[in-house]
């Protein structure tokens, strides 16, 4: 390159890049200068809120166990009155006894003391050793039951 001067080798172009630019240049030098550091130091403290996004989903399951109050109804082996949730109608339950864990074990625990085959079968005939579920008077729904054991 001559340096006795910018203009006069290559005017046609220099003059274009150099002189007129040299405005542009300066603007477009100032453009991306800032905004580097400017999303640089906010990036940093953007960060951690992304880590507390992460709590957010631990909560969805909290909002389904929403679902179980409403059934805090703690049935025993009398009748109670509930509002069926398939007829939507306040009723009293129906009880019907079945054979459960109770039934079964007092079975087996007389086989053990020596019973007969006859006696054994007693647990199955008495209801406060049965199971109770809880139906529906109206639509016959198993509304809930009593577990023994
Ligand atoms: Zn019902």
């Known amino acids: 390159m001559q340096p006795s001067g910018n203009y006069h080798p ?9 002189a007129p630019p040299s405005y542009e240049e300066a603007t477009y030098s100032h453009q991306p200068y800032f905004p580097p550091p400017h999303p640089g130091m906010e990036g940093k403290p953007m960060h951690p809120p992304p880590h507390v996004i992460h709590s957010a ?19 025993h082996d009398r009748p109670i009155q509930i509002c069926c949730p398939h007829c939507n109608r306040l009723t009293t339950t129906r009880l ?9 074990l007092s079975c087996g625990g007389l086989c053990l003391l020596g019973c ?7 647990p199955f005939c008495i209801d406060s050793l049965k199971d109770v579920d809880h139906y529906c008077s109206n639509c016959e729904t198993l509304l809930g039951s009593y577990k023994r054991i």
């Not at 909560?59 to 703690?74: C, I, L, N």
């Not at 007969?116 to 007693?122: A, P």
């Open 116 to 122: 007969g085959f006859g006696c054994c079968l007693i």
């Open 10 to 18: 290559i005017p046609g172009e220099y003059v274009v890049p150099s």
């Open 57 to 75: 989903p631990m909560q969805v399951p909290v909002t389904v166990q929403t679902v179980y109050v409403q059934h805090p109804v703690s049935f």
């Open 96 to 104: 019907i006894h079945s054979s459960g864990a109770l039934a079964w």
